[in-house]
């Protein structure tokens, strides 16, 4: 049985901030390499991490935060602490960017209902 729990580092909040992205992502292509890339393993950049909360004024709902797939988590356990990152529901579809994966990882994400 594979966990569906996500795990999501947010910058400024984590132990990590968004000029070190290039690395986070060569360290986790190399780990899934080496790993011989699992099916559904994938890093995606979500642009905004506030959902359905009232944000503070003065507080920009606009962030940026790595999330960690399911399939990567026994990959990545080591990147996964540096980052400080947290369980997490998936990233919304819309404002997620994959980096590192396959065309076939958006389907891991949610659909936005109509």
Do not use: N
């Not at 399939?71 to 356990?77: M, Q, T």
């Amino acid at each position: 049985m594979t966990s569906r729990l996500w795990y999501r580092a947010v910058f400024g909040d984590a132990l990590v901030d968004a000029c070190q992205i290039p690395i986070i992502r060569e360290h986790f292509a190399e780990a899934l390499e080496v790993a011989g890339w699992p099916d559904g393993a994938c890093l995606f950049l979500s642009t905004r991490h506030v959902r359905g909360k009232a944000v503070p004024e003065g507080v920009s709902a606009v962030g940026e935060a790595i999330y960690f797939s399911p399939a990567a988590i026994a990959e990545v356990p080591h990147l996964i602490a540096v980052c400080g990152a947290e369980p997490s529901p998936p990233p919304d579809r819309g404002c997620a960017t994959l980096l590192v994966g396959t065309e076939s990882d958006w389907d891991l994400l949610p659909r936005g209902s109509h």
